[in-house]
Every structure is written in structure tokens, then in C-alpha cells.
């Protein structure tokens, strides 16, 4: 094996020196400064962000054609392409997952553009296509991105991404027959569908100007609750920062639907996090932690507390809980403090803690109650 790499590293050299040196087309700069926090950032090629210009337009031109003109000229290029598509010609199937009596799976026959997503009425049953992305579009260039089902079994929404952007769409559909209810989302972005009663939670922006849905500076995030049925346009707005136009926000419902939270982000390497109690109407949304510097992830609502994983003042992770009537950090208490090991991830399972810890390259899983006894 290391003679080949060594004789095909050998033979790629020469090739590549055989060839003229290349002239590459001058990019224009441009005189775009921005300042964050009293520092200037120079950005001379912002320019480029639009991609429906004549002038990106023409750059991109130019960029192909020299390498275009380069790869043709190795000599081996189609013997590479060969053997690299008969390496990546190979079935893929991602490991089940259950949801409301059903499995599902992800299944690629090799050179597809896009998994195909199945489900499945029992581990040994026939397997049937649920959701094909790459019908989505004539060149496989809309992509599946996330994938959340209601309480109740009967909805299913997904968000898709077309040609690699950022922006997302949200389409709801019938699990039981397949077909696309009337419920389409725009504009959405740093989000999933977020289920609660006969609807759903979802992040979005304002609709950008015509001709700059790619070059617009994303400001003013907001979280919707979209109710089945009803035209975006009169989507609930639920949270909103004017004075951070910059920071961003995502939904997350507990299991049993009584509590909403909100994770703020886009400063520092952490997240704000609040709150709002469902089980009452026009509760307030409440703060219960603000420092940026560490993460903090509600776990799940059990009984009358809040389970959290987070970093704070614990660089490799701990688990920690708060009562519902008192939720501000403040309040939170250590369940299961920091270890020697880096504690990766947390699951409830049957009323238990499933902890996960990384150790000498490996996983190991430890089990623990509510209160924190292994």
C-alpha cells in the first residue's frame, strides 16, 4: 500500500510539473470595513457573497476555466475517477431509530446524491421509502438537514436545504398516508421544528430583499410558533432581541410539552438560556443564565425539576438540576459533579441517567438515578 501511494504521489508530482506555470485572473478588492468591538475587519472580497452578480458571475468563469484547463491535462485523471467511484459505489445504512412504534433508517445505494430515508413496522419487516430527497429536485442538490415528529405520531416536519445554503425550508407531512400538508416555512434558518400541541416552534429571519438572499447581513433572529394550517404570515412571534441584532435562537420543548426553552448564542463559546412555562398561558419568558463563557443544555423536565448539561465552572462537564419554581442558575445543584473523564453525552432512559464518558479513546456508559447515585 505504501509503495502505491509513494508511486502515485510520484507520478502526480511530475505530471503537475510537466504543466505551465499558472497565470490566475486578478480578484478585485474592494474598500468594506467592519468593526466589531472598537476592532476595524477589513473585507475586501464581501463582493463575492453575492452570487447572482455579473461580476461573481464572471470571477466564478474565470476560476473554472483555469482549472478546468488543468485537470484535463493530467493524464490519469479518468483512471482516478474510475477507481474513486467504484470505491464510493458501496451501500450505506445508518443504524434505526424508533418513533412512535416505528423504526427508521437512512439508506444510500452508493452513488446516490442524497440517503433515502425508510421506515420500517417492526426490525424484520419490509422496509418502505418514507421521505426521497433526491426527488426533491431535478439534480440532487436539495438536501435533508433535520427531521422532528409531533407528540402524537401523526406529523412529521422536515427542513431542507437547497444547493448547500444555509437558509431553510419547512414542509409538514402525514406520516400515516406520506402527502405534503398546505404548511410551508421560508426564511427559516439555524433551526429544526420544534413540536408543541397542534404546531410547532421554528427560528427564522425576515424575508431578505429580492436579489440579496445571499449577501444580506443576517440580523434580528426571531423564534415563531407556526400553528397547522395557518399561512406563515400570521405565525406567532414568541421571542425577539432588538438590542442584539446579531445573536441568533433556538427552540427547544421538553418531552411532556410543559416547558419551552430558549438557547441564545452567537457571543462568546456558550449560551444564554431562558425559559417559558407552557402549562400556563402568556407566561413570561424567563432568564436563567446569561454568561456566554459556557454551555447550557436542558436535559429533560422530570417530576418538578430541570436536568442540564453544561460546562459551567467544569471544563470537562458535569449534570446539573433546578427546581421549576426557582430555575435561575443560581438555584442549580450539582447531580453529578465533573469527573477525571470528559462526560460526552446524557440520556434519560426509564426514569435513569445514561451517562456517557470518553477515556482512552472510548466510550464508556455509566448509569446513575435522579439524584445522582451510580
Not at 484547463?69 to 450505506?92: C, G, M
Not at 435562537?249 to 431562558?274: D, K, P, W
Not at 459551567?312 to 449534570?319: L, M, R, S
Amino acid at each position: 500500500m505504501k509503495k502505491a501511494t509513494f508511486l502515485l504521489t510520484g507520478i502526480m508530482a511530475t505530471s503537475c510539473a510537466q504543466q505551465k506555470a499558472i497565470s490566475y485572473p486578478q480578484t478585485a478588492t474592494v474598500d468594506t470595513v467592519d468593526t466589531y468591538f472598537g476592532v476595524s475587519v477589513p473585507d475586501p472580497y464581501r463582493w463575492l457573497e453575492n452570487d447572482t452578480s455579473a461580476a461573481t458571475a464572471s470571477w466564478v468563469k474565470a476560476q473554472n476555466e483555469i482549472t478546468n484547463n488543468y485537470l484535463e491535462h493530467i493524464p490519469f485523471r479518468q483512471e482516478l475517477l474510475k477507481r474513486l467511484t467504484e470505491l464510493a459505489n458501496y451501500e450505506r445504512i445508518s443504524a434505526p431509530f424508533k418513533k412512535h412504534g416505528k423504526y427508521y433508517f437512512y439508506k444510500n445505494d452508493g452513488l446516490q446524491n442524497q440517503s433515502v430515508l425508510y421506515v420500517q413496522d417492526a426490525l424484520n419487516s419490509e422496509a418502505r421509502v418514507f421521505l426521497d430527497p433526491n426527488k426533491l429536485s431535478d439534480d440532487g442538490t436539495v438536501a435533508l438537514t433535520s427531521l422532528s415528529f409531533s407528540n402524537n405520531g401523526k406529523y412529521a416536519a422536515y427542513t431542507i436545504s437547497r444547493s448547500g445554503s444555509d437558509w431553510r425550508e419547512i414542509y409538514v407531512m402525514d406520516v400515516a398516508t406520506g402527502s405534503l400538508l398546505d404548511d410551508h416555512i421560508t426564511w427559516a434558518k439555524f433551526t429544526d421544528a420544534a413540536w408543541q400541541g397542534d404546531g410547532f416552534y421554528y427560528s427564522a429571519y425576515d424575508a431578505p430583499s429580492k436579489g440579496k438572499e445571499f449577501s444580506n447581513v443576517n440580523e434580528h433572529h426571531k423564534i415563531y410558533y407556526h400553528k397547522l394550517g395557518e399561512p406563515q404570515q400570521n405565525d406567532r412571534l414568541v421571542y425577539e432581541n432588538k438590542a442584539y441584532p446579531k445573536r441568533f435562537y433556538t427552540a427547544q420543548v421538553s418531552e411532556a410539552e410543559r416547558v419551552l426553552f430558549i438557547y441564545e448564542s452567537g457571543e462568546g463559546r456558550g449560551n444564554a438560556l431562558f425559559m417559558q412555562d407552557l402549562t400556563q398561558k402568556s407566561a413570561p419568558v424567563v432568564q436563567l443564565a446569561s454568561d456566554f463563557d459556557y454551555q447550557y443544555t436542558p436535559i429533560e423536565v422530570i417530576g418538578n425539576r430541570i436536568y442540564f448539561f453544561t460546562n459551567y465552572q467544569a471544563a470537562k462537564n458535569k449534570i446539573m438540576a433546578a427546581e421549576l419554581q426557582s430555575p435561575e442558575l443560581a438555584n442549580w445543584k450539582e447531580v453529578v459533579p465533573e469527573k477525571e473523564q470528559v462526560l460526552s453525552d446524557v440520556r434519560v432512559i426509564g426514569g435513569k441517567l445514561f451517562l456517557t464518558y470518553d477515556k482512552d479513546a472510548s466510550n464508556h456508559a455509566y448509569v446513575y438515578d435522579l439524584q445522582g447515585k451510580e
